[in-house]
């Protein structure tokens, strides 16, 4: 045997020791290692939410708070160019973690986003920015396919949402704090610091990540090819879901782009919109568990329909706001609709898919998701720009949002005479076994 594969064995020995350990040790049962990366996911999720909540406020807003005062259909055209970034990424980073391990492709992540991050505070013209978004974009794709296979290799089926249910309030954790504190630092000193600050909480992670994780990746695994999503597309249910799930995140997504430059023009401070998205944050960790718990009761198509009407209301009343707790209200509205819908779609598309299907069933709508989202930052600064009466940006965006109801009280309809079709296959089988 040579001295590598004495070290190869060696350290695959540890590394089984380490996890056999690990899981042992951990707050409510959980592995030590899935604690350590709930921190991590904190940190991260805290510097991001003090500097990415105000880049579109950034590039539009006034000289006064460091602000370039950039055309608005170019930050929308640039916001898209991430998000379409991001979203073909996707398609492959998962199996890149497969073939590469998740540790080795988080930190291909994580290490070069630091640089990149800080970078956003020193350059100065368009195209600059442009390459720096779309580059974060790619390399942000890295570490979430990574991350959700890592707590899949260490965590038991029967807790695995419970894990990633704590990680997404635990993020949002970092949404409460995060943007309150970026918008009192803009204010204070400018935008471009904001930068600086997330670059260096991104940095702080990697230490940990280096020497406090450890590669959970099995061997022999064979990742699908791009062609065996092709079959998912006969699906109709699902790819209708899908459309009209794009149209709903092309709204959605204004939460993030248009409304931190609507606050702006309105005449807000910065941090005014961070109380904002803490707001949103403080809704979504505090009322997931009971709201989610109602909407299984509810079943997954009403849930949607209830989602979007409560997504076009809250964004049309942005029209006719013009003081702090009108904008307030309808944060308030738009986020009770995203409680209801997320948990809602995700459950609906799990059960739609095959069994050994549902990573494709799931990277096909992150798909749809993403390009509806990416398209919708586009569309929705390039018709600010346009307006005259900035206003109605809201106005065409509600539109949008309660035509997509259409959509879905079809779906309800398709997905109701689908369960019908169901259950009298079911009786039928039933009956011929008993004869």
Not at 37 to 46: E, T, Y
Not at 63 to 89: R, W, Y
Not at 271 to 278: C, L, P, Q, T
């Amino acid at each position: 045997m040579t001295a590598a594969e004495e070290r190869s064995i060696s350290n695959k020995q540890g590394s089984q020791s380490f996890l056999r350990i690990s899981s042992r040790i951990g707050v409510s049962g959980l592995p030590r290692q899935i604690n350590i990366m709930l921190v991590l996911g904190f940190v991260q999720s805290l510097g991001r939410n003090m500097a990415f909540p105000y880049l579109a406020m950034f590039l539009t807003g006034s000289f006064k708070n460091g602000g370039l005062q950039f055309d608005p259909s170019l930050v929308g055209f640039m916001i898209m160019i991430g998000g379409l970034a991001n979203t073909f990424a996707l398609l492959v980073t998962g199996s890149l973690c497969d073939r590469f391990g998740r540790k080795r492709m988080m930190l291909a992540s994580i290490v070069p986003l630091v640089a990149l991050i800080a970078a956003f505070a020193y350059v100065h013209t368009y195209t600059e920015f442009l390459l720096l978004y779309a580059a974060t974009a790619i390399l942000g794709s890295l570490y979430d396919p990574a991350y959700n296979a890592m707590v899949a290799d260490l965590v038991e089926p029967v807790r695995r949402e419970e894990v990633y249910g704590l990680s997404y309030m635990i993020g949002n954790i970092g949404t409460m704090i995060g943007p309150p504190v970026g918008g009192v630092l803009a204010a204070l000193g400018g935008y471009p610091i904001l930068f600086v600050y997330a670059a260096f909480f991104m940095a702080a992670t990697v230490i940990p990540l280096i020497f406090l994780i450890k590669e959970s990746c099995p061997e022999g695994i064979r990742p699908p090819s791009l062609a065996q999503f092709a079959g998912i597309l006969r699906d109709r249910i699902f790819i209708l879901f899908c459309v009209i799930g794009a149209l709903t995140n092309l709204v959605y997504s204004q939460l993030y782009g248009m409304l931190s430059v609507y606050t702006q023009y309105v005449g807000f401070q910065p941090f005014v919109f961070g109380i904002f998205f803490s707001v949103n944050g403080a809704m979504v960790v505090g009322l997931q568990i009971p709201i989610r718990k109602g909407t299984m009761r509810l079943g997954s198509t009403r849930a949607f329909m209830l989602a979007q009407l409560l997504y076009a209301a809250g964004f049309m009343s942005f029209m006719f706001a013009t003081g702090f707790f009108e904008f307030l209200a309808g944060i308030v509205i738009l986020t009770l609709g995203e409680i209801v819908f997320v948990p809602a779609s995700s459950g609906f598309v799990a059960n739609l898919a095959p069994a050994d299907m549902r990573g494709r069933y799931m990277a096909m709508a992150g798909l749809f998701f993403g390009v509806g989202g990416a398209a919708g930052s586009f569309v929705a600064f390039s018709i600010f720009d346009a307006l005259g009466d900035k206003r109605l940006v809201w106005g065409y965006l509600g539109v949008i949002g309660f035509m997509t109801l259409i959509g879905y009280a079809y779906l309800f309809r398709l997905n109701k005479k689908k369960d019908q079709r169901t259950g009298i296959e079911q009786t039928e089988l039933q009956n011929t076994r008993h004869d």
